[in-house]
């Protein structure tokens, strides 16, 4: 099978230090918010420490509007570049993940089986925020590519402030171990992870 490295898109300063603080500032304020992350396989999200650690909150309303505008406009141009093709219209399903020492997310794809009929998830999409000076180390993105020897042609992002990167959303990707010495919440890798869906009206 021929190899198909993931095409990605890397973006730095994605929204500007002054919007990157606001986020981190309302991230940490919502500390008791986040919950264990869960996974979906063939069944409904299920927690399994085994192939995912980190925390997550789905309450991003309240300040989605500093950064939707940045991540529609970016998004219409990663639609574009990658070749994705009957995404006229879609959705964005956005939510806050923290990782802290130990963190991690084993080999999958943001593709669901329940997708293949509605609203089917097209790009993926993360965003990532820290506080300064960095306190952690690791949790880089490793990307693989399609074909029988995937994990042989990858790709690893760094975490860095700031920085967005999109790719198709059934490449095979993982989130390698995040090492921090502190157990501060304030201290961990934040990110938006968004994923964008085709509106039902184009599925």
Known sequence: MLLRPAPIIVVDNFVGARRTKKLLRYAIAQESSFTPA???LSQPGIIDESRRVSKVNHDIAPILSLVEPTIRKAVGKAIRKLGLVNVDS???EPELTWCGNGAFFKMHADT???DRFTNQRVLTMVH???KEPKAFAGGHLRLYGLGSEADQCLSEIE??????VFFPA???HEVLPV???SQAFEDGRFAISCWVRKSAAMS
């Open 112 to 114: 669901l089986y329940r």
């Open 128 to 130: 990532y925020f820290h």
């Open 159 to 164: 975490p860095r402030q700031d920085r967005a």
């Open 38 to 40: 869960k996974v979906a």
């Open 170 to 172: 059934w490449y095979p």
């Open 179 to 181: 090492r921090c010495n």
């Open 90 to 92: 879609y959705l964005l």
